[in-house]
């Protein structure tokens, strides 16, 4: 009963310095991809009902987001500094969504976003931090 409890001590230590490695992952530069493929998440759905005018405003934005993060990503600071930069970009992002879009069509377009992005989270580290 003893070496059962010792084992399964030992499994659980074990998967928690596993998870806790995995959870402290640097922040590096993405691939040459993130840009293009974040930038088609980002992209409005035709449901959202917008005029030409906002979708381009939200398209400047975003890119204007995306170059932000990736200088961020490339930087000499700390992992934490980063993180907490792209939080803080992701917030303001947010914010940008709202006033370009309005606070209805924006819960819309980051959830519409959120669903899209899904895929990506496995592909890029970066995109759990960034909405």
């Keep these: 009963m003893k070496k059962i409890l010792a084992l399964f001590s030992f499994l659980l230590v074990s998967g928690l310095l596993m998870n806790h490695e995995t959870l402290a992952q640097k922040i590096s530069l993405p691939s040459a991809d993130f840009k293009k493929d974040m930038s088609g998440v980002f992209s409005p759905e035709s449901d959202l009902d917008i005029d030409d005018s906002k979708k381009e405003e939200l398209k400047s934005a975003n890119s204007k987001f995306f170059d932000d993060i990736l200088e961020v990503a490339g930087s000499n600071k700390s992992d934490e500094e980063k993180r907490k930069s792209i939080l803080n970009l992701g917030k303001k992002q947010s914010g ?6 309005g606070e209805n069509k924006a819960k819309q377009y980051k959830k ?9 989270k496995t592909k890029y580290k970066l995109a759990t931090l960034i909405l």
């Design 96 to 101: 940008a969504f709202s006033d370009i879009l």
């Design 112 to 120: 519409a976003v959120k669903k899209k992005m899904r895929p990506f």
